[in-house]
């Protein structure tokens, strides 16, 4: 049987860490990629389903998809980045 790998499209939250003056400062620094990613501090919230592959480039993977009672967009796969067999 074959493996696949699927990267699927999320939603997350990161916690992050910085010294500023204020909540305005602290914002600017981490846009500015000064602020330090908490471990542990990711956290799921949902999938995006409001992007995902288009169906006119994998025709045949939504129209198996929908035969199968599947979630499809008319023009894109909920929620998928990319799908790719490794072996």
Known sequence: MP???IEQYE?????YR???DGEVEAVKRLFDGQAIAEDNGLEFIEVAEDVGLPVEEYRELADESRRLS???E???LPSIRWIEQVN
């Open 3 to 5: 493996t696949f790998e």
């Open 11 to 15: 939603i997350h939250t990161q916690l």
């Open 18 to 20: 910085v010294e500023a």
């Open 70 to 72: 599947e979630s499809v």
């Open 74 to 76: 008319e023009d894109f």
